[in-house]
Nanobody
Framework: QVQLVESGGGLVQAGGSLRLSCAIS????????AGWFRQAPGKEREFVAG????????SYADSVKGRFTISRDNAKNTVYLQMNSLSHEDTAVYYC????????????????????WGQGTQVTVSS
């Protein structure tokens, strides 16, 4: 059974930082690409960042480029999202997703590009 469990969310002041973690079980390390998405109240779920199966390729939404960094530790089967210089606009529920057997250097920005999802973790940035 595949499970993705996010952690690290919380309340932070504008300008602060958070690191989200996504512990993945039931999938073989390096057999999946991973991504982070977020959904604010009343808005659609949107792509934030993604990383390819072996970490050789990453992709970011324009709104987070230069502030967020996605990484993965295949030995721990964990994906991270380091978020710096947070603003109120970053407030959302953040979801981790995995795409099993994605092409090696491909990062999908589409929600339907991922077959496995976590339950989400709330990030609230106070202005």
């Amino acid at each position: 059974q595949v499970q993705l469990v996010e952690s690290g969310g919380g309340l932070v002041q504008a300008g602060g930082s958070l690191r989200l973690s996504c512990a993945i079980s039931g999938l073989t390390f390096s057999a999946y690409a991973a991504g982070w998405f977020r959904q604010a109240p009343g808005k659609e779920r949107e792509f934030v960042a993604g990383i390819s199966r072996r970490g050789g390729s990453t992709s970011y939404a324009d709104s987070v480029k230069g502030r967020f960094t996605i990484s993965r530790d295949n030995a721990k089967n964990t994906v991270y999202l380091q978020m710096n210089s947070l603003s109120h606009e970053d407030t959302a529920v953040y979801y981790c997703a995995a795409a099993e057997y994605a092409p090696f250097f491909t990062v999908s920005k589409r929600t339907d590009g991922y077959g496995h999802w976590g339950q989400g973790t709330q990030v609230t940035v106070s202005s």
